[in-house]
């Protein structure tokens, strides 16, 4: 398998990060895309250098380098994931102004009707970003949110990061040491409670 990771500066490089190494320990093959924005929350949110994340995938691109083989339609792989995704990277994609490479391979997604997923992060959202977002899911992207979950009783950071990204892998049907959702008992039979 091989996909197209792009980071945008929104919050989150983490989550980045555990997948690109994820998508290694699986042999996906990788192509990253990191823009300026990205290349600043790496810095300010952990303790890599964005060579360092760029070193985790097999091929690395430079956001403005918008002649590369993963700008057009030809170059085969399996789908795009977009983590963290900004709001201004989903502003871009809603819109089809594809003025860097990111933005580029998301809107070739699109038109080839590959596989793509958002993992978009802002809070409070606004109505731009909702109206924008839904946009971009009528075009058949996934929408997949970095939320907090609690079913799954994590207990730090770590474990939510694992969550959100076994998540985006379920996307590719890729495993993931993600724990899954399991009813643990029925709290009342309404026939018994009727007697
Ligand atoms: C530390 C930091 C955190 C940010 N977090 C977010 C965020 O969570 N969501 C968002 O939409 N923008 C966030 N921004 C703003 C974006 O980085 C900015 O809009 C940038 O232009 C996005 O460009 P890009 O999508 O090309 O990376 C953040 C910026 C910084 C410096």
Redesign the pocket.
């Known amino acids: 398998m091989r996909l197209i990771v792009g ?6 490089a983490m989550i980045a990060v555990r997948l690109l190494r994820r998508l290694r320990e699986l042999n996906v093959e990788t192509h990253l895309i990191i ?4 290349e ?2 790496i810095r ?2 952990t303790d890599l250098e964005p060579s360092d994340v760029r070193r985790i995938a097999d091929q690395s691109y430079e ?1 403005d380098d918008i002649d590369a083989a993963i700008a057009s339609g030809s170059f085969a792989h399996d789908g795009m994931i977009i983590v ?7 502003a ?1 994609i809603a819109v089809g102004y594809a003025d ?1 490479l ?2 580029r391979a998301a809107d070739v997604c699109i038109k080839e009707n590959r596989r793509l997923v958002i993992v ?4 409070p959202l606004s109505r731009i ?1 909702l109206r924008n977002l839904k946009e971009i899911a009528d075009c058949g992207a996934l929408i997949v949110p970095p939320m907090l979950t609690f079913y799954n009783a994590p207990t730090t950071l770590d474990d939510q990061i694992d969550h959100i990204v076994g998540k985006i892998l379920m996307q590719f049907g890729l495993p993931s040491s993600m724990t899954p959702w399991t009813p643990s008992k029925i709290l009342s039979d309404p026939i018994k409670d009727a007697d």
């Open positions: 980071m945008s500066g929104a919050s989150g823009t300026r924005g990205a600043l929350t300010h949110e956001v963290p995704c900004s709001m201004k990277t989903v871009g860097n990111l933005l978009p992060r802002e809070v970003h």
